[in-house]
C-alpha cells in the first residue's frame, strides 16, 4: 500500500484550518501512525473524524451562554480506504489494515456493554489529542463510539469569556455547573443514552461532578490520576512556608487566581513549554516532542483562557487540592462501578485511591463499587507513557467485574530501532497476559 497523504499537508490544502487545528492534525495522525505501524509494540488500524458538536438548547443548563460548540474526536476502526474528514477547521485521517484480530474480540463480548459510547475527558491545560495515542488502540476494542472532547471554556471547543473566572469571583458549584452544562448539552446533541466516561486528571474531576448531577446517563467511570480525591494536610499552609523562594512564588502566582495561559501567551511561552515537554516525557518512539509541544502552545494561547483556563483556580487549591474533595463525593455516587487508575509513580498519590476503596468497602451504605489499578512505567501522563498499557486497563474496566488490585504492564518495544513493524495482540477480552495483583491493603 502506498504511503498515505500527511494529514498537515491535506488540511492546508482542503480546509481553511487554524494553526491550532493543524497542530491538532499532526499530532493525532502521529497517533494513529504509531500503532499502524506497530511502533507502541502492537498493530491497529483506525481513522480519526474531526468535528464540532453544536450545544443542544436547554432551558436549564448554561443559560447564559446559550450557543456555542464542542469539539469532538471520533474514532473509528477498520476503514479500508485512507480518508481525510472533518468540518472547516478540522480534519481526520485513516489508514487500511485488517484488523479482523480486534474486531473479532469486540464482537465476541457483550452488546449491551461493548456498544456504550466512551467518551474521553483531558485535564487541565490539555485537550483531546493528548488520547492521540489512546484511540487508534481503544476503538477497535469496542463497537460503541469513542470519542475525545474538548471540554466547553477548553481547546477548540467554545471559549465563552466573563462567564467563569476565578474562585475569587466564582464559586466550585459554579465551575462545576459550566463544566458539566456543556457535557450534558453535548450529549443531548450526540443523542447518547447513557456514556462511559473516562476522564484524566481534572477531567476525572470532572467526570465525577457529572455523574453526581445525571447518574443515569453514566454507565461507569474510569478515572486516570484523577485530581482532587484527597482533603489537604493540616499543615499544608506550615509546609508552604517552608518552601523555596521559586516555589512559594508559583503557589501564590496560583492562589492569585491569574491563568497561566496568559503568562504563556503574552510571555516566553513556546519556549517553557518546550521545556515541560523535554524533561517530562521520555524519549519514546511513540512521541513526536516537537510536534506535541507545539499543540500544547496553541491550546494555551489561542483565544481567551475561558473557564477552561481559569480550572486550576476554580476547582483546586494550590497543590492540586480539590476545594470539594471528591473523597467525600464518590461514595454517594449513584453509579455502579468506578476504576481508578494511575501511573505507577504518579503524583496524584495512588495511596488516596487505595484509601477511599477500602473506606467505602466498609461503608456498607455505599452501593458504588470502585476499584484500584496501576499502569507501570508512567507517570501522571500514562495515557503517553504507557499507552497499551493504558488502553489495556480502560478494555478491561469497562467490561471486566473489577480490575481492582491489577497491574496493567501493556507492551513496550525493545528499542526505538527495532519497534517499526513489531506485531503483537490486541487486547485480550480477558487481559490475562497483562495483569499481576497490587496489595489490597492502604498505606496509612
Aim: charged share 20%; hydrophobic share 35%; aromatic share 8%.
Amino acid at each position: 500500500m502506498g504511503a498515505a497523504p500527511s494529514t498537515a499537508e491535506q488540511v492546508s490544502a482542503d480546509y481553511p484550518a487554524s494553526q491550532f487545528a493543524k497542530s491538532e492534525c499532526t499530532v493525532l495522525e502521529h497517533g494513529i501512525r504509531s500503532w499502524y505501524d506497530g511502533i507502541v509494540g502492537r498493530r491497529a488500524s483506525t481513522s480519526m473524524s474531526v468535528f464540532d458538536v453544536p450545544l443542544a438548547k436547554h432551558s436549564r443548563l448554561l443559560t447564559d451562554f446559550p450557543e456555542g460548540h464542542i469539539h469532538t474526536v471520533l474514532a473509528v476502526p477498520n476503514q479500508k480506504v485512507p480518508t481525510v474528514s472533518g468540518s472547516a477547521n478540522c480534519c481526520g485521517a485513516s489508514f487500511a489494515q485488517d484488523t479482523s484480530e480486534s474486531a473479532s474480540t469486540a464482537s465476541s463480548r457483550n452488546a449491551n456493554t461493548n456498544n456504550v459510547p466512551v467518551v474521553l475527558m483531558h485535564g487541565f491545560g490539555s485537550g483531546a489529542a493528548v488520547y492521540h495515542l489512546v484511540l487508534p488502540g481503544l476503538a477497535p476494542l469496542r463497537t460503541g463510539p469513542v470519542v475525545a472532547i474538548d471540554s466547553l471554556g477548553c481547546g477548540q471547543s467554545s471559549r465563552p469569556s466573563n462567564v467563569v473566572g476565578s474562585h475569587r469571583t466564582s464559586s466550585v458549584e459554579e465551575a462545576e455547573d459550566f463544566f458539566v452544562g456543556g457535557l450534558e448539552r453535548w450529549r443531548i446533541s450526540m443523542g447518547y443514552e447513557k456514556m462511559a466516561l473516562v476522564g484524566h486528571s481534572m477531567g476525572g474531576y470532572l467526570a465525577v461532578s457529572y455523574a453526581e448531577r445525571y447518574p443515569e446517563r453514566v454507565h461507569n467511570l474510569v478515572l486516570i490520576g484523577c485530581a482532587g480525591i484527597p482533603e489537604p494536610p493540616k499543615d499544608l499552609h506550615d509546609k508552604r512556608k517552608n518552601l523555596p523562594l521559586l516555589w512559594r512564588a508559583a503557589l501564590g502566582f496560583w492562589d492569585s487566581g491569574t491563568s497561566p495561559f496568559s503568562v504563556m501567551k503574552y510571555g516566553p511561552g513556546r519556549f517553557l513549554l518546550g521545556k515541560y515537554v523535554a524533561n517530562r516525557f521520555a524519549d519514546h518512539a511513540w512521541l513526536d516532542k516537537d510536534d506535541f509541544r507545539e499543540y500544547l502552545y496553541n491550546n494555551w494561547t489561542t483565544g481567551n483562557p475561558s473557564a477552561g483556563g481559569y480550572g486550576h483556580n476554580t476547582l483546586m487549591m494550590a497543590g492540586a487540592y480539590a476545594r470539594n474533595p471528591l473523597e467525600h463525593r464518590l461514595p454517594r455516587l449513584k453509579v455502579d462501578h468506578v476504576s481508578l487508575i494511575y501511573g505507577e509513580t504518579d503524583w496524584m498519590n495512588p495511596e488516596n485511591g487505595f484509601r477511599v476503596r477500602d473506606a467505602m468497602k466498609a461503608d456498607k451504605s455505599c452501593t458504588t463499587r470502585l476499584d484500584v489499578a496501576i499502569v507501570t512505567n508512567a507517570g501522571h501522563t500514562c495515557v503517553i507513557d504507557n499507552p497499551t498499557g493504558v488502553v489495556d486497563a480502560i478494555d478491561a474496566a469497562l467490561h471486566t467485574p473489577s480490575i481492582d488490585g491489577q497491574i496493567f504492564h501493556g507492551e513496550r518495544p525493545a528499542s526505538r530501532d527495532s519497534c517499526t513493524g513489531v506485531s503483537g495482540p490486541a487486547a485480550k477480552a480477558s487481559g490475562d497476559a497483562t495483569l499481576a495483583t497490587v496489595p489490597t491493603a492502604a498505606a496509612s
